[in-house]
């Protein structure tokens, strides 16, 4: 049997305090395995009415997208458990303790899930998800002068190398009946055609 990580955490230290707008009066927050956490807060709204805010903070992570010299992406074809949906996505992963930074984070997750190595990697810079109720900043890359390898995935990835032109993940980006990629990979690959453009 999985061991039950449902306990709330009562914070009392640093409490009440100003959240913008909002008065955070208490916290509590669920902690799991892996480090995702769950907050409750009991709260004064703007409107000054007593109220209560749920919000999610799963691990800030690090995505990177490679590009070869003929302006081909790699991308990581693979399921996404909470989305119930099989997608393409920038390689990527959670910051981890044993990391020196995001960018390693960066730098490790391109070469397990892909295997690919890369002489030059550039920050893109910081792409947040819905954070009116998720606080999970993830760090973007660019990887460029790539070098294809084999990949070390984890035992439970399953994840398939696709290459496709830049200029052709833009179009399906723009096309409002495809839905391939993710927000962030639709985002990293959007910011590289216009750092890069189609050459």
Not at 17 to 28: A, D, P, V
Not at 47 to 65: F, H, I, M, R, T
Not at 106 to 128: S, T
Not at 140 to 155: F, N, P, T
């Amino acid at each position: 049997m999985i061991e039950d990580y449902k306990v709330w955490t009562k914070h009392a230290e640093g409490f009440p305090r100003q959240n913008g707008t909002w008065t955070i009066l208490e916290r509590e927050t669920w902690t799991g395995r892996y480090g995702l956490k769950v907050h409750r807060d009991n709260v004064i709204r703007p409107d000054g009415k007593k109220g209560l805010y749920e919000w999610a903070e799963p691990k800030a992570g690090a995505s990177v997208l490679p590009i070869d010299n003929n302006m081909n992406i790699y991308l990581a074809k693979t399921f996404s458990y909470a989305g119930g949906v099989e997608r393409l996505f920038a390689p990527g992963g959670g910051i981890e303790e044993k990391d020196i930074s995001h960018r390693e984070t960066a730098i490790r997750e391109l070469a397990e899930e892909l295997g690919i190595r890369a002489k030059r990697i550039e920050y893109a810079g910081l792409f947040r998800p819905i954070p009116g109720v998720v606080n999970c900043p993830q760090y973007m890359y660019i990887a460029r002068d790539i070098e294809l390898g084999k990949s070390d995935q984890e035992s439970v990835e399953r994840i398939k190398l696709i290459k496709i032109p830049l200029e052709e993940a833009v179009k399906n980006i723009i096309n409002p009946k495809n839905d391939m990629f993710d927000g962030q990979t639709d985002w990293i690959i959007m910011k590289a055609y216009l750092l890069l453009g189609s050459k």
